[in-house]
């Protein structure tokens, strides 16, 4: 059954619900209109139809509750477990919630069949394994920039580890960014989509013999590249028992391969979740594997908008990475349903094309590469605002720590932080580096002191890489591009 004749039957199915759920009212009088900021909004089609009509941007911030499957058919959640959450226009622009006036219905695309929706799972995985293991032999072969590292200023410790892995598995990488974060000697790192295995081996010098590396990918060539190279990276690195292991399974599905609650300090992903039809179940995977603590420090590709149909099933657009990706604003909202702190953005950068039929398919929609931290920290009391002191400790930021878009940490400066990242600091892997005090409490004497109130946080990813954007048109152009995009000082 090929992908038309599949969400054909998916459409079926919805129209069949539809009725069932017109007859006993379910739809009642909802949407994401304008018509009515302090009431109940006029009626109006269920949202399945109208809603994700291809090229039709949707104005909506989701409320915690309202979780949808990443892809039709992925499995909705149980009934009623959609909550109260419209976000009417002029309730959204005006900043008002409006739950208890317009109760919220199921948005997003058609519910398929659960044999439709892993049917259609399973045509996905498929088409990505064959893109991955087959169509793209080398990075050149790609037809967008959403899978190339974007040229940075990178520590030389890390440019180091990048130089030493072998040319076959740096040809054949295809991130959109640089996963390797800070403060990794003896931790245990899990790679999820790992590929020919870059990152891994990168990351395996890092943490030392004494840590740990494993790389899973769902595309058994790209894991038999990684295997291959085992014996090469540990005799060039001096390590007598090698510590990097490779799996063959799916990121969704991390227990079936034996991947052990709470096992590792650090989880990290390059370009790839976007790839699995099913977000939220690789987030709950990566919740559950993560040591309190732990951290999952990731790059993927986002979109400006919930994606139409015309771009979620286009082959060429999901190998590429586009076709997959998630809608910026749902990725706080997946993350906090699971329990982990807001997403901290890192960085940003837009996402062009090199080819005019998939222009024409993508139309008004734009893309970004994105940086993003997730923590998973200890169930504690209320967290308060700090002032805290960098030492200085980590290797490679002794200086200068750039822990995100909003916070750079100089060693002695004092900084004032919200609660948010008073808590991170506090429970991850970086407290003993730094210095924390409530707010007022008298400090060593430092070189400098400074603030960010919280109107200055930034979260949104287009935000960002277009002032990225501005900053790179006042540089220089020459800038020299080393291995996959990374800019060699």
């Not at 009431?39 to 139809?49: D, F, I, V």
């Amino acid at each position: 059954m090929n992908s038309n004749s599949l969400f054909l039957v998916g459409k079926t199915k919805e129209r069949d619900d539809t009725a069932q759920q017109e007859q006993s009212g379910l739809w009642g009088q909802v949407g994401d209109c304008g018509e009515a900021p302090g009431g109940r909004c006029p009626p109006r089609e269920p949202a399945g139809a109208a809603a994700w009509s291809p090229g039709r941007p949707t104005r909506r911030e989701p409320a915690p509750q309202d979780i949808r499957p990443a892809w039709p058919g992925a499995g909705p959640p149980e009934r009623g477990a959609w909550g109260a959450g419209c976000r009417c226009t002029q309730i959204l622009e005006s900043g008002g919630r409006g739950d208890s006036e317009c109760p919220r219905l199921p948005a997003g695309p058609p519910r398929a069949a659960p044999q439709v929706a892993a049917s259609r799972d399973a045509e996905i995985w498929k088409d990505v394994q064959t893109y991955y293991g087959q169509v793209l032999k080398k990075s050149g072969d790609l037809q967008t920039s959403a899978c190339v590292t974007t040229a940075r200023l990178v520590p030389r410790h890390i440019q180091e580890a990048l130089r030493n892995v072998h040319e076959e598995v740096t040809l054949r990488y295809y991130g959109c960014g640089l996963v390797i974060p800070e403060c990794l000697e003896n931790c245990w790192i899990l790679d999820l989509g790992s590929g020919s295995g870059r990152d891994c081996y990168a990351l395996s010098q890092l943490v030392g013999e004494t840590g740990h590396v494993t790389g899973i990918d769902m595309t058994e060539s790209q894991v038999e590249v990684a295997k291959k190279y085992i014996e090469y990276h540990m005799e060039k690195y001096g390590f007598q028992t090698p510590n990097v292991t490779f799996l063959h399974g799916y990121i969704e599905k991390l227990e079936e391969i034996g991947i052990k609650d709470e096992s590792y300090d650090i989880v990290i992903s390059n370009c790839v979740i976007n790839l699995v039809p099913d977000k939220q179940a690789v987030l709950q995977e990566v919740y559950r594997v993560l040591k309190h603590g732990g951290e999952l420090y990731f790059s993927d590709v986002y979109a400006s908008l919930e994606l139409p149909e015309e771009i979620r099933t286009h082959k060429i657009l999901w190998g590429e990475c586009l076709g997959g990706a998630l809608y910026w604003k749902d990725l706080a909202v997946l993350a906090q349903k699971i329990g982990f702190c807001p997403p901290r953005l890192v960085t940003a950068n837009l996402i062009t094309v090199q080819n005019k039929e998939l222009e024409r398919v993508i139309g008004d929609c734009r893309f970004v590469s994105a940086t993003f931290r997730l923590f998973k920290l200890p169930k504690t009391g209320p967290a308060e605002r700090c002032q805290v002191i960098y030492n200085g400790g980590i290797t490679g930021h002794e200086k200068e720590l750039i822990f995100d878009a909003n916070f750079t940490f100089k060693e002695g400066e004092i900084i004032e932080v919200d609660k948010e990242t008073a808590a991170i600091l506090k429970n991850s892997r970086f407290a003993k580096d730094f210095l924390i005090r409530p707010i007022g409490e008298t400090l060593p004497t430092c070189s400098g002191c400074s603030a960010l109130e919280s109107k200055g946080i930034i979260t949104d990813p287009f935000m960002l890489a277009g002032q990225s954007d501005s900053m790179k048109s006042r540089c220089s152009p020459d800038v020299a591009g080393g291995c996959c995009g990374i800019t060699y000082s």
